[in-house]
């Protein structure tokens, strides 16, 4: 048996933010697998920072924009309208999984019209199998595509802000009705298992998100440098990172990497602080500010599990982070430091504790490398999605994640 011919969709693809999606991607392509790479929105050019970007952007099918031709919208739905049982259930669970109100209705009832759109797409490619990243607004079109279609979805549910709402996505219906869930982690995983029904609890999977440790070189500056990289948004914790650098001894310059709607307040509260602010970067321009980082600092209040901090692990920079959701599964004292949420005394002691200490950040960066290597490498753990959408496909019992070290 082939390979199964995959489609991915999220709410927006390629995006500066997500690049583990595009690594995810290029890594099932690389074992074989064809990927149809599906957005429902456009991306803007804000996150079209590199060549991986705009080739990805240009081949991508864009849902939204499909759905601006009327007749094209027509021509699919009455495709589905051949299987009139099917389709009258489709709908039905559209209007059924809908968030309550009026305006919940119709989001779900537009969410039908792509779904149709989408689905008509997916069969005119030949796709086998239709995987969703973000368990939100794409997925709910993932779900009602598979039902318009019998084409089988999965996702992959990544928190944190989705378990902030379960019932208002529905992820205990998506997960019943996925062949499998792919969590990012232990501990998402197990915030699933809290609204999934026990039955659903076998197909719920552990697959990380992963980065290329080869694209990443072992640090080598020695100084006062520390490096944030992230969305600008007030989930990062960015300023009472701001704050913990007020107490730091001077030499210290911290640089920030990333864009979003909380920027330009964080650049009036970092007035007369040593702060350089660079937007959005490639992952090569990422990779080659983690050359000049002593310190990665993620000061985040809720999270899955950051791409970001392997990336910096991978780079042998060691890592000031709060010990929240899935992180304690990626770092500990032997990769660098674990802070509570929201306490910018003990973020600025462990910055000043590590900035102190050449050896021991040397020693954490090897750590570090050694754990991404072993656990979060992008291509093993696209070999085990592929196992995964390939034993489904065949009916086989799905592969179990292997021990650490084994």
Same mark, same amino acid.
């Given at each position: 048996m082939t390979l199964p011919r995959l489609a991915y969709l999220t709410g927006e693809y390629p995006r500066a933010s997500d690049t583990f999606i595009q690594r995810e991607v290029a890594a099932l392509r690389a074992l074989g697998h064809q990927v149809e790479t599906c957005s429902i929105r456009t991306t803007g050019a804000e996150h079209l920072v590199g060549p991986e970007q705009g080739e990805e952007h240009a081949s991508t099918f864009r849902v939204l924009a499909a759905c601006r031709s009327p007749l094209r919208v027509l021509r699919a739905h009455v495709r589905w309208m051949a299987w009139p049982g099917r389709y009258l259930r489709a709908?039905?669970?559209?209007?059924?999984?809908a968030p309550k109100g009026l305006r919940g209705r119709l989001y779900n009832l537009i969410y039908f019209v792509e779904a149709g759109v989408l689905a008509d797409h997916l069969a005119r490619q030949g796709v086998d199998h239709l995987h969703n990243h973000i368990a939100k607004a794409s997925c709910t079109v993932a779900m009602l595509a598979s039902a318009l279609s019998g084409i089988p979805y999965s996702f992959a549910i990544h928190g944190p802000d989705i378990f902030f709402e379960p019932q208002h996505w529905r992820i205990d219906e998506k997960a019943a009705r996925a062949r499998f869930v792919a969590c990012i982690s232990d501990f998402c995983r197990s915030q699933l298992m809290c609204f999934a029904a026990q039955a659903d609890w076998p197909?719920?999977?552990?697959?990380?998100?992963?980065?290329? /440790?080869?694209?990443?070189? /072992?640090?080598?500056h020695e100084g006062h440098a520390l490096l944030f990289v992230g969305r600008l948004a007030a989930v990062k914790g960015v300023p009472l990172l701001l704050d913990a650098l007020r107490a730091l001894p001077d030499g210290v310059e911290l640089t920030i990497i990333g864009d979003g709607p909380d920027r330009a307040a964080l650049e009036r509260q970092a007035q007369g602080l040593p702060v350089r602010f660079l937007g959005y970067r490639s992952q090569t321009e990422v990779a080659d500010a983690l050359l000049e980082a002593d310190v990665f600092v993620l000061p985040s209040f809720a999270e899955g599990l950051p791409v970001v901090l392997m990336e910096a692990l991978a780079s042998g920079v /060691?890592?000031?982070?709060?010990?929240?959701a899935g992180i304690p599964e990626l770092v500990d004292d032997s990769t660098g430091r674990l802070v509570p949420p929201g306490d910018a005394d003990a973020l600025a002691t462990a910055l000043r504790d590590l900035l102190s200490d050449p050896g021991r950040r040397r020693a954490m960066g090897q750590a570090g490398r050694a754990r991404v290597a072993e656990a979060f490498d992008a291509r093993q753990e696209a070999a085990r999605l592929s196992a995964l959408f390939t034993a489904y496909a065949r009916g086989e019992a799905p592969p179990k994640r292997p021990e650490p070290g084994a």
């Amino acid at each position: 048996m082939t390979l199964p011919r995959l489609a991915y969709l999220t709410g927006e693809y390629p995006r500066a933010s997500d690049t583990f999606i595009q690594r995810e991607v290029a890594a099932l392509r690389a074992l074989g697998h064809q990927v149809e790479t599906c957005s429902i929105r456009t991306t803007g050019a804000e996150h079209l920072v590199g060549p991986e970007q705009g080739e990805e952007h240009a081949s991508t099918f864009r849902v939204l924009a499909a759905c601006r031709s009327p007749l094209r919208v027509l021509r699919a739905h009455v495709r589905w309208m051949a299987w009139p049982g099917r389709y009258l259930r489709a709908l039905a669970l559209a209007w059924r999984t809908a968030p309550k109100g009026l305006r919940g209705r119709l989001y779900n009832l537009i969410y039908f019209v792509e779904a149709g759109v989408l689905a008509d797409h997916l069969a005119r490619q030949g796709v086998d199998h239709l995987h969703n990243h973000i368990a939100k607004a794409s997925c709910t079109v993932a779900m009602l595509a598979s039902a318009l279609s019998g084409i089988p979805y999965s996702f992959a549910i990544h928190g944190p802000d989705i378990f902030f709402e379960p019932q208002h996505w529905r992820i205990d219906e998506k997960a019943a009705r996925a062949r499998f869930v792919a969590c990012i982690s232990d501990f998402c995983r197990s915030q699933l298992m809290c609204f999934a029904a026990q039955a659903d609890w076998p197909k719920l999977h552990v697959v990380h998100c992963g980065v290329d /440790p080869a694209r990443y070189r /072992p640090a080598t500056h020695e100084g006062h440098a520390l490096l944030f990289v992230g969305r600008l948004a007030a989930v990062k914790g960015v300023p009472l990172l701001l704050d913990a650098l007020r107490a730091l001894p001077d030499g210290v310059e911290l640089t920030i990497i990333g864009d979003g709607p909380d920027r330009a307040a964080l650049e009036r509260q970092a007035q007369g602080l040593p702060v350089r602010f660079l937007g959005y970067r490639s992952q090569t321009e990422v990779a080659d500010a983690l050359l000049e980082a002593d310190v990665f600092v993620l000061p985040s209040f809720a999270e899955g599990l950051p791409v970001v901090l392997m990336e910096a692990l991978a780079s042998g920079v /060691p890592v000031v982070t709060t010990q929240i959701a899935g992180i304690p599964e990626l770092v500990d004292d032997s990769t660098g430091r674990l802070v509570p949420p929201g306490d910018a005394d003990a973020l600025a002691t462990a910055l000043r504790d590590l900035l102190s200490d050449p050896g021991r950040r040397r020693a954490m960066g090897q750590a570090g490398r050694a754990r991404v290597a072993e656990a979060f490498d992008a291509r093993q753990e696209a070999a085990r999605l592929s196992a995964l959408f390939t034993a489904y496909a065949r009916g086989e019992a799905p592969p179990k994640r292997p021990e650490p070290g084994a």
